[in-house]
């Protein structure tokens, strides 16, 4: 197995009641990644990815997409670590969890 990376994503604009992140479990397991994601009380959604470098930056290019009905109009995204892989269920590859 290659050199993994974690990367947190904030995506900011109409994220949240379009879609969102069903979409981007979907397309985070498609791609064989890891993570997680969770709607913000801000109104964002949040996102961890780990993978191999070349498709985490692959899902974030997908994550400035987003779906149809979605408008992104703003993604930051930073390094992270392992630590924040922690909010992911027991068992699952990739979770959508509860707001927070």
């Known amino acids: 197995m290659g050199a ?3 990367r947190h994503v904030s995506v900011r604009g109409r994220v949240q009641g379009v879609g969102y992140r069903a979409f981007v479990e979907r397309e985070a397991l498609a791609a064989g990644l890891e993570g997680w ?3 913000s009380h801000d109104g ?3 996102a961890v990815f780990s993978g191999a470098p070349d498709i985490v930056e692959k899902m974030i290019g997908t ?3 987003g779906p149809y009905a979605a408008r992104v109009d703003a993604l930051d995204v930073r390094s992270a ?3 924040e892989m ?3 269920r ?3 590859r990739f979770s959508v969890l509860p707001t927070a």
Do not use: F, K, L
């Open 63 to 65: 994550c400035r997409r």
């Open 44 to 46: 964002s959604v949040e």
């Open 81 to 83: 670590d392992a630590a």
């Open 90 to 92: 027991v068992g699952e």
């Open 37 to 39: 994601v969770r709607n």
């Open 4 to 6: 993994q990376v974690i």
């Open 86 to 88: 922690r909010p992911r």
